[in-house]
């Protein structure tokens, strides 16, 4: 509770609760004997890091900001829990800006407009499905994690 509170230390159990829910937290929190009780230990090591990860977005949501930046976000998490997450955020009661930064393209591919990036470089900006068709380097990036993935 102290922990995801310290994006809203104004904020009710229920909005807690609810940013829990749309970081798809509330499985391994709210379903738990302790509930928002839970401890999460020394450095947070009681949680894997996936579920490190949704308690940040929940600490993030909570704050309500004009501008949310998902720094990797869900780079420990199942493709599964990533669409789930992305719903969540996509359902907020408000209309933030969110810039996603991420290596996996799962997490961009239905943004309004990706910006690849080389070497500290724009290479291209654009939806998805038009970089794929017109830039190289960004359909070379889609096959190799396709390949690899």
Same mark, same amino acid.
């Given at each position: ?5 310290? &994006? ?7 909005? %807690?609760?609810?940013?829990?829910? %749309?970081? *798809?937290?509330?499985?391994? =929190?709210?379903?738990?004997?302790? !509930?928002?009780? #839970?401890?999460?230990?020394?450095? &947070?090591?009681?949680? $894997?890091? !996936?579920?490190? *990860? ?6 993030? #949501?909570?704050?309500?900001?004009? =501008? ?6 869900? &780079?420990?998490?199942? $493709?599964?829990?990533?669409? *789930?997450?992305?719903?969540? %955020?996509? $359902? ?5 800006? @969110? ?9 961009? #591919?239905?943004?309004?407009? @990706?910006?690849?990036?080389?070497? !500290?470089?724009?290479?291209? %900006? !654009? ?14 990036? #889609?096959?190799? *994690?396709?390949? $690899?993935?």
């Amino acid at each position: 509770r102290d922990n995801i509170r310290y &994006g809203d230390e104004a904020a009710t159990d229920k909005a %807690i609760e609810e940013a829990v829910r %749309i970081a *798809q937290a509330d499985e391994f =929190i709210l379903h738990t004997e302790e !509930g928002l009780d #839970v401890l999460p230990g020394d450095r &947070g090591m009681r949680f $894997s890091s !996936g579920q490190r *990860q949704r308690i940040a977005i929940a600490r993030a #949501v909570l704050s309500r900001p004009k =501008i949310l930046i998902l720094d990797e976000a869900t &780079g420990a998490l199942d $493709s599964e829990l990533e669409t *789930q997450v992305k719903q969540g %955020i996509a $359902s907020l009661d408000y209309d933030p800006t @969110v810039i996603i930064v991420a290596h996996r393209l799962s997490a961009v #591919v239905d943004v309004d407009r @990706v910006i690849l990036l080389d070497a !500290g470089r724009i290479v291209d %900006i !654009g939806p998805h499905d038009e970089l794929l068709a017109r830039c190289a380097a960004y359909r070379e990036l #889609v096959e190799h *994690q396709l390949l $690899s993935g």
